[in-house]
Structures are given as C-alpha cells and as structure tokens.
C-alpha cells in the first residue's frame, strides 16, 4: 500500500509517456484529487494502453472522485479491456456510464464489489448496449440487483450484437430480488452469447419458467451456470425440461 503524492505521479506520467506501456494496473494506492486528475489527462492521452486496473485504491481529500479518471477512460482510443475491483462507486455510476458510452473500442469490463447501487447496474447496463461493442462482461459481489439493473441487463443482451460473455454475481445477504424474466426474454433473441453465468440470485419460480423457455429458442449458448441459486423444485423441473431443447 503507498500514497501517490504528486511528485510520484509527476514521475511516474512522464516515464508512461515515453515507454511502450500497454497495461497499467494501480493496487491499494491512496491518492487525492488533483492526483486522478493527473492520470486522467494520462489516460486521455494515451495511444498505447490497452489494458488499464485499478483496485482497492482509496481517495483521500475534499472532493476526491473517481470521475475525472473515467474522464480521461471516456477520451482514450486505445483500451479495450478495463478492470475495476473493490472501490466505492455509489456516486460515479454515471461517469462510469458515461464513459463505457463515449469510449469506442472497450471490449472487456469487470466491475467487481464496487457497491454500485441498482440504478447504477442499470444505467451501465443501458450505456453498453448503447455501444453495441462490448464482448465479455463482468459483474461481480453486487449488492444490489433490483428492476431497475435487470432492466439495464435485459436493454444489453438485446442491444450489443457482439456480447460472447456474461457474468452476473451478488453477495450473500444481498438486497437482490427475483427479477430475472426479463433476462429470459433478452435470451429468446440473443445470437451472440455464449456463456452466461448467474450466482446467488433468488430466482422465483415464474424467472425460471421464463428462463428455461427461453433457452429451448436460444441458438447460442454454450455454456448456462447457475450457482448458489434459491429456485425451488419447480425452477429446477422448468429448467431441466428446457436443455434437451436446446440447439
């Protein structure tokens, strides 16, 4: 764990600018707010930078946000695969949004335990399927999966024509209700997808019906994993009773 200071990210933009660096991963690093500016304006600059991390790494000082990082993602031509993990993006859904909306070759997203709120699932959500360009993406440890973010899963699936990979997860104990029919629907149409993985979901017995007839219609699943799902003997039946239909 360090503290980038000013002068370390004065150092450290300045020997970006000049190397061949492609991937750039920040862990555990604590920085105030004229320092996300600076790898912001890195960022936005970059040409070379495909592949950008950023975990576990804390804001420090009065109007320290994230926001003006996902500025700079929002300018960058070069990324396709970013990875966010244990940050606290309650307020910066939207930048996040935003960003993934306007950045044009962004092929690769994992946001994981970020306490992104329902709203904020689905508000990415929408902005993906705006882009239509997106091929893996992932959701991890949410806690919170309402209407609201199956809404923004269900407008993705149907809109980016290109996703191959789908990753859904909450937390235990989650505030997550069963809302996944209209997953099932976007699933009837999907020619793209591959895999979908959904895990510690309460899926009622109704999403289950819907999902298993959406999978005797679907044409492009691979690969379907449910794990630590509450579905009951009837979701399970419905389930069962779809696979052997499935092309």
């Not at 929408?126 to 997106?134: E, F, K, L, V, Y």
């Not at 020619?191 to 007839?213: C, K, P, Q, V």
């Amino acid at each position: 764990c360090m503290h980038l200071s000013d002068d370390v990210m004065e150092i450290l933009c300045a020997q970006l600018c000049k190397e061949n660096v492609y991937h750039i991963h920040i862990s555990s690093c604590s920085m105030q707010c004229n320092v996300m500016n600076s790898l912001g304006l890195l960022l936005a600059s970059s040409t070379k930078v495909t592949y950008f991390g950023f975990m576990r790494n804390c804001f420090v000082g009065e109007g320290s946000t994230i926001s003006a990082l996902f500025d700079g993602i929002a300018l960058n031509q070069s990324i396709d695969h970013l990875c966010l993990e244990q940050l606290d993006l309650r307020n910066d859904a939207n930048s996040l949004a935003r960003a993934v909306r306007e950045h044009s070759k962004l092929k690769n997203l994992k946001i994981s335990h970020c306490k992104l709120t329902d709203e904020g699932v689905g508000n990415i959500g929408i902005a993906i399927g705006s882009r239509g360009r997106m091929k893996v993406l992932t959701f991890e440890q949410l806690e919170e999966f309402g209407p609201l973010a199956a809404h923004g899963m269900e407008e993705l699936i149907t809109s980016c024509v290109v996703l191959e990979q789908l990753h859904l997860s909450t937390i235990r104990d989650s505030q997550s209700i069963s809302c996944l029919t209209g997953l099932g629907r976007a699933l009837r149409n999907t020619r793209s997808l591959e895999h979908l993985y959904l895990r510690n979901f309460r899926i009622s017995s109704r999403d289950a019906t819907e999902l298993g007839r959406a999978i005797r219609h679907n044409s492009s699943l691979e690969q379907f994993s449910l794990t630590d799902m509450a579905m009951g003997n009837v979701g399970v039946k419905a389930l069962g009773k779809a696979l052997p239909y499935n092309n």
